[in-house]
């Protein structure tokens, strides 16, 4: 395989973050395994990968399900540092859960100590529409603030739940892209460009 | 001073020469007198005479010798230089400012190279902080750090227990029981096995490896290297496996002459050990006892062993060779069991919920280890990859688990609509049974036979086994109408029995019928 670095596909790792019970797990699963869970229960951490399309380009998807919940705050950096993408999930029927991505969002900064890390606000539940609490209008202003975009997800109807996902994606893709042109504009380390390019292609 | 007198100094003239020599050297005002001294002494005289000549030339040679003497000389000169004016008075000064002159000239010379030495130090030492650096920056991506400050040898046994964690339940550190599987599987044939010492960069480089918690196959390595790693953890230890405060009662125990006495109070102190120095020391002599039991083909018996291992286990041959006499009495239930590492991705997850749930607790404790490493500072590439992957067999292995759960579940749901829908076809039995087989009959011949033949074999085979094979294909039989033999046959009751034996005895006489018209 060291041979070959074209045949070893990308992998993107993703983060899923948001209070606890706005849907995080349901996003994953709906994503990995086309299922809707309904019974709730509180995850502590899971992770998956997937063999997936992008554009044509077969990857890899790491995805990472974090607990919502603070009693899991302590493993919760190990994870962060290790993400090269988030998607931040709160619930439009809950504003509880919105404001609480206000935090999130300043820890992963803190954390990964980038402000364009790729980064995706998701409003979810949105099959819920006549239990919403949190305006569209409100919550894509934010994420205008933020300069990051702004989805509503339903993972019951599997409504954007690829889109999710595969947005968050490009724009990994596209972070790494960058780096590896800037490093290689370096061109300094022959090894560290080789290395980029294993992970690259 | 004895030395002092004339006698002596006949005797020993070379010591008295050297004694004249020192004071001389001790004391400057003293030379005039030593120069009588020489003269007017003759019996010492010749003998003296050359020594001091031959010292002096020495001491001249160094004077006027290589610039490389130069610092002896700067000691000697304050004494040589009095010695040198009784001999060489005129030149011996302008020879001294000559090189008094040189000195300077070499010594501000020796000051530059000096100064360019420091220069490459300087230069040295900011390659060497470069170099650190790298080696900084390669630690924090390789975690060659962990071996520094999480070491598993060289620790308390709690801590080395807690750096090397085995995640299967048995608290050792992971190198012991590595060390002692290997032994067990490989070593107790080997002569001599824990006489012989292995090289010790061979395990010096074992515990590397296993300081750093890098992946370890012993099988690379042979017998002796793998007991004196053994040897060397055992050593290593800041307290002896008997701690610090049994170990006299552990000697006494050892010592006591009634074997029955002696038994029961070494029982007694093993069991006053903490936990996990019980453990080691229950496993240690557990294993050193297997080995002893081969001592026709390994030639170790019980004296050489405790010989061998008394000063690794900083005790007396006298108390490890009572232990290994009484180990099936201290230690009856240890049990050396292999320690299973957790499962990688690349490994096959296990189908047997009982598997999965051992090994779903094996990763969460070594997820938690990889946690509390992380949090102490050990982070790189590698080791968020395997964070991420472990986490990732434990997803799976709980959703396997869950899917496990809930197949069972419906198996049982399956079994108790079985009963019930039993029940209820008992009774619809009789009104349905002709109905189906009618249309069954519809079906072509060929698919009738068989099944006929089938069932036929199948009612003859105990109810209990037809159930079996059934409740599994009782959904879709329920659906199909197209398998209507299967259904009596299925139920246990003799009505149900007979009802389907009818119907059979029908079928064949219908099929008879069929044949004959053909």
Known sequence: MSKKPVTQPALHKVIMVGSGGVGKSALTLQFMYDEFVEDYEPTKADSYRKKILLDGEEVQIDILDTAGQEDYAAIRDNYFRSGEGFLCIFSITEDESFQATQDFREQIL???????????????????????????????????????????????????????????????????????????????????????????? | MDFESPDVMKDFPGLYASEIHKTKSNDPEYSDDAEKVTKKDILIGKRKDKKDKKDKERGYAALEGESSAEESYEVRSPSKSKKSK???????????????????????????????????????????????????????????????????????????????????????????????????????????????????????????????????????????????????????LPEPVFTSDLLIRFEEAGAILNVAVREKHLKILVGNLPESNRLLLSWIIVHLYNVTLNERCNKMNVQNIALCLSSTLQTSQRLLTSLLFHCPALFPNTVLEHYVYPLTSTSQLPDDPEVMEQELLKQESLLAQIH????????????????????????????????????????FEKIDEQHVEETVENEAERSTTPTISSEAEVQSECVEETRVIETDATAEAPVS??????????????????????????????????????????????????????
Not at chain 2, 168 to 180: E, H, Y
Not at chain 2, 403 to 409: F, I, L, P, Q, Y
Not at chain 2, 474 to 502: D, I, T
């Open chain 1, 110 to 201: 803190r954390v990964k100590n980038d402000e364009n890390i790729p980064f995706l606000l998701v409003g979810n539940k949105c099959d819920l529409e006549e239990r919403r609490k949190v305006t569209y209008q409100e919550a894509s202003d934010r994420a205008k603030q933020w300069g990051v975009t702004y989805v509503e997800t339903s993972a019951k109807t599997r409504e954007h739940v690829d889109k999710v996902f595969f947005d968050l994606m490009r724009e990994i893709r596209a972070r790494k892209m960058e780096e590896n042109k800037t490093n290689n504009g370096r061109g300094k380390d022959k090894n560290k460009r080789k290395k980029i390019k294993c992970v690259i292609l």
């Open chain 2, 372 to 411: 509390s490493e992380m949090n102490v500072g050990f982070i790189s590439k590698q080791r968020e990859e395997l964070l991420w992957e472990v986490q990732r067999i434990i997803t799976q292995l709980k959703r396997k688990l869950k899917t496990a759960h809930k197949d069972r579940e419906m198996l």
């Open chain 2, 86 to 236: 009784s001999f060489k008075f005129p030149t011996k000064s302008r020879e001294k400012r000559e090189k008094s002159r040189e000195k300077d000239k070499e010594v501000t010379e020796k000051k530059k190279d000096k100064d360019k030495r420091t220069d490459k130090k300087i230069e040295k030492d900011k390659e060497k902080c470069k170099l650190e650096k790298k080696e900084k920056r390669i630690k924090s991506e390789d975690w060659c750090d962990i071996g520094e400050v999480l070491p598993i040898f060289g620790v308390s046994l709690k801590l080395a227990i807690e750096h090397g964690r085995c995640h299967d339940g048995i608290d050792l550190p992971v190198p012991v029981r590595a060390c002692i599987e290997y032994i067990e599987d490989y070593g107790l044939s080997f002569e001599n096995v824990y006489k012989v010492s292995g090289p010790k960069s061979k395990v010096l480089h074992l515990k590397k490896l296993y300081n750093q918690r890098e992946h370890v196959n012993l099988l690379d390595y042979d017998v002796p290297t793998v007991t004196s790693l053994l040897k060397m953890f055992l050593r290593d």
């Open chain 2, 465 to 518: 086994d037809a159930k079996l094979s059934d409740s599994s294909s009782c959904e879709k039989s329920s659906l199909k109408e197209v398998e209507p033999p299967e259904v009596p046959v299925s139920v246990p009751e003799n009505k149900l029995l007979n009802n389907a034996l009818a119907l059979l005895q029908i079928k064949n006489t219908f099929l008879n019928n069929l044949k004959e018209s053909f």
